[in-house]
């Protein structure tokens, strides 16, 4: 091991003090990781499994890991119990129709187990931690006119984001997968008063999961209650737990995304049901409302950070199919949800005002989203795409002028995203994960939302790029020392931008936003 | 691969010529009987074709006139129509039950991708110029219901539900009344029906091929449109028309059938 790391070392040259602090921090805590999300040292105690029987890389998962969730995360089957009201005959209950569906085949064999009354309780509980090292083509700290302490112009060390979790069995029917965060500030002034929460609510799902039969359908059903639009689904594919996994806080471009892209993660609660029918399709609908202005504070959430309030009931909606054969999984699928926002009057609170204008902008968003996952012997193949197409209606902000360059926006407009996508994960221990991505975001021409160019015209959203990650991940398949209580994963990611707006790229140079990542995740 | 070939020719022979037995009665052979298809089960799949859309757009003249020189300008109405034609692209997810009678009945959902755009000109009283009228729809969607009646491995069906369509509109135009050229934009999610009926056929135990006509009603409605370079100077100036439109869609698509849990 600190082989491996001396010559991690070694190869950074002129940045080999960095590297060393990052391999000392690594060779200390020995650790595991994952992304804002999943692999959770947590999950492996309660199943018994290696982190690699759920994710191909995590937080990306394999098609046992997708059932382990829509299961509610209840799934048992290690050396602890369950939860502390499980019993043996649920327990079995559960593993006889795993079997049935076919996955556990492919698990490694496992010693004689005890019966569920016989085990110890241990917490769900784990904790994340990811150490990331920032570098970007131009010193963008000069650009942007200077970050705060303690950031520097380039080359920045940030621990961040740090996360606590309850990742697991509640009781045989019901589990969850709850997140508390620590986010480093950001660098610049704050928004408004509420712009500098450290330590947030982040990715929660909890939910109650079961089985039945009608007839010649074999249904998985339950009820999700989460924090985030597409945080339930179990496809990488949506944005929630869609690649990269970890990006880097301390720069880089803000660019216009989806509605469903994230603007309200946990500034709303929303209640569903789901539907996996056959093995074979997947069908939910769940309903979204903004929570209040105190409830979003209190959880750590600046309320401004999101375009607004929800009036009414949020619809989000998802179907999805996935045959499956032999060692090929496919996905074909759909979602989106549709968005009425009233924007905020005074997002700066210079007035102390926490209303909202009466009209609405209205975003509907329409996805439409496949995977293909190829299972060899000792390596994984994924490919995936995603294609997102928001219409807004913007009503509220055009009546009242709300547009950020201060200019009239347009009454319409529409914004498309799209994200292609190829991952490679090659061993099972000492596992290395290749990922490259193309993503594309377009639309509308809108000198409101988007400011004006050089000839005074109005600009686009439009923005494009790449991006390349080598991961490596210590432990994956089997089951190595301190398995189930830790794992890691190191990744090295650069992001090429070809386009951006200037007026959301910090320079007018898009190159200059180029930024090269390298993280550390420890998950324990 | 001559013996190999011979080989095998022998042991169809020897297979074939079993001995009669003299208690044997004529028989008459047994016909082997072709398993039914049936098409209970769910399918994803693609399809390509051509539409071609109506839109009537009223009143593109009282925009331009009324907005950019004074209300009450314009005298009269003016109806401009676009015929947007262009390929159709994109794909399905359905899942069909068929009962024993040989009815089916069944749920799909679809997206497309189109290239459907016209444009015509049209021109300004007040001044004797022309603005030019732009119409584009860009993508189709629907969810419907379809039934239909299988003759074994083929489907004669009708669909019908909702849908919805994303429309981009633009009239522009040059030096207007010498304040400069004019471009009145604005776009559209605009909700309706759908209602059409094809044949699907399965070629294999998989895979089928249809044939599709779909007719998709969109009622009448008002788009807002802004007009751009006074928006880039800080000036709204914006107004209404309203769009009456229908889109026909033939397509070919290919499905793959996936039979419950498992293959």
């Known amino acids: 091991m600190l082989g491996y790391f001396s010559r991690i070392v070694a190869r950074f040259g002129k940045h080999r003090g960095l590297a060393a602090i990052v391999a000392g921090v690594i060779g200390l805590l020995t650790i595991d990781f994952s992304s804002p999300a999943q692999a959770l040292p947590s999950f492996a105690r309660q199943t018994g499994q290696p982190c690699g029987t759920c994710h191909t890389d995590f937080p990306a998962l394999t098609p046992y890991g997708r059932r382990f969730k829509l299961l509610g995360y209840t799934t048992g089957g290690g050396e602890f119990r369950t939860n502390p009201f499980s019993s043996q005959v649920a327990r079995d209950a559960r593993a006889e129709y795993e079997k049935m569906m076919g996955y556990v085949k492919a698990l490694p064999p496992q010693a004689p187990k005890k019966v569920e009354e016989d085990k110890e309780w241990v917490p769900p509980v784990s904790m994340m931690a990811v150490v990331g090292y920032t570098h970007t083509q131009a010193d963008l700290g000069i650009v942007t006119g200077g970050p705060p302490d303690p950031y520097s112009q380039n080359n920045n060390v940030v621990l961040s984001p740090f996360s606590g979790f309850w990742g697991g069995a509640i009781t045989d029917n019901i589990g969850a997968f709850a997140q508390v965060t620590y986010n480093a500030i950001g660098p610049g002034t704050a928004a408004d008063p509420f712009d500098r929460h450290t330590w947030t609510w982040d990715n929660t799902d909890v939910r109650y999961a079961n089985i039945a039969h009608f007839g010649p359908l074999d249904v998985i059903y339950g009820i999700t209650a989460n924090n985030n639009p597409t945080v339930q689904d179990v496809w990488n594919t949506t944005p929630a737990w869609a690649f990269p996994y970890a990006v880097s806080n301390v720069f880089g471009p803000q660019n216009p995304g989806t509605v469903i892209e994230g603007a309200f993660a946990a500034h709303v609660a929303g209640v ?10 997947y069908l939910e609908l769940t309903g979204y409302k903004t929570l209040g202005f105190s409830t979003q504070n209190s959880l750590g959430t600046d309320p401004f950070g999101a375009p607004g309030q929800l009036g009414g009931v949020s619809p989000y909606w998802r179907v999805a199919l996935e045959p499956h054969w032999g060692r090929n999984t496919l996905m074909v699928g759909a979602f989106g949800g549709q968005f009425n926002v009233h924007p905020w009057v005074d997002t700066s609170f210079a007035t102390f005002s926490t209303a909202v204008f009466p009209q609405t902008d209205r975003f509907t968003d329409i996805g439409f989203d496949t995977q293909y996952q190829y299972q060899g012997d000792n390596w994984w193949l994924t490919l995936r795409g995603s294609y997102i197409r928001e219409f807004q209606r913007l009503d509220a902000t055009f009546t009242n002028n709300l547009g950020p360059s201060g200019l009239p926006t347009n009454a319409t407009d529409q914004l498309n995203s799209l994200k292609l996508q190829a991952s490679f994960a090659y ?3 000492n596992r290395v994960v290749f990922t490259g991505q193309y993503f594309n975001n377009w639309g509308t021409a809108d000198a409101g939302l988007y400011g004006l160019d050089a000839n005074g015209l109005p600009l686009t959203p439009n923005s494009n790029g790449w991006m390349a990650e080598i991961a490596y991940i210590p432990f994956g398949a089997s089951k190595m020392v301190g398995w189930p209580w830790f794992n890691a994963r190191i990744g ?16 007018s ?16 | 691969m001559k013996k190999a070939l011979l080989v095998q020719m022998a042991v169809l022979a020897s297979s074939l010529a079993t001995p009669v037995l003299a208690a044997d009665l004529p028989m008459k052979a047994e016909v082997p009987v072709a398993p039914v298809f049936s098409w209970t089960g769910c399918y994803l799949g693609a399809h390509a074709g051509g539409g071609r859309g109506t839109k009537d757009m009223t009143d593109p003249v009282l925009l331009v006139q009324d907005s950019l020189i004074a209300p009450g300008t314009t005298t009269g109405v003016t109806t401009v129509t676009t015929t947007p034609t262009g390929a159709v692209i994109g794909g399905e997810i359905g899942c069909d039950y068929q009962f024993a009678g040989n009815a089916v009945i069944g749920i799909e959902g679809t997206a497309s991708g189109t290239t459907m755009k016209a444009s015509s000109l049209v021109g300004l009283p007040f001044t004797g110029q022309t603005a030019l009228v732009q119409a584009n729809n860009d993508f189709l969607a629907s969810v419907t219901g379809r039934i239909g009646y299988a003759f074994n491995n083929v489907l004669v069906y009708a669909r019908g539900g909702v849908a919805v369509a994303g429309d981009k509109y633009d009239v522009s135009g040059g030096d207007f009344n010498g304040g400069g050229p004019f471009h009145f934009q604005g776009a559209d999610n605009r909700y309706g029906w759908v209602a059409g009926g094809g044949v699907d056929w399965a070629f294999t135990r998989h895979w089928s091929m249809n044939v599709e006509y779909d007719y998709y009603g969109f009622g009448n409605g008002p788009i807002l449109m802004t007009e751009q370079f006074s928006s880039a100077n800080g000036v709204v100036i914006n107004g209404v028309v309203n769009v009456k439109q229908t ?3 033939v397509k070919v698509g290919f499905n793959f059938h996936i039979w419950g849990s498992g293959w």
């Open chain 1, 427 to 429: 061993g099972a221990d």
């Open chain 1, 492 to 507: 090295l990611q650069y992001t090429y931008y070809n386009k951006l707006n200037v007026n959301f790229a910090n320079t």
């Open chain 1, 272 to 281: 569903g049901g789901y539907a996996f029918i056959n093995d074979l399709l």
């Open chain 2, 247 to 249: 889109v026909q869609v």
């Open chain 1, 509 to 524: 140079n898009p190159h200059d936003n180029n930024t090269l990542f390298l993280h550390a995740w420890f998950a324990m």
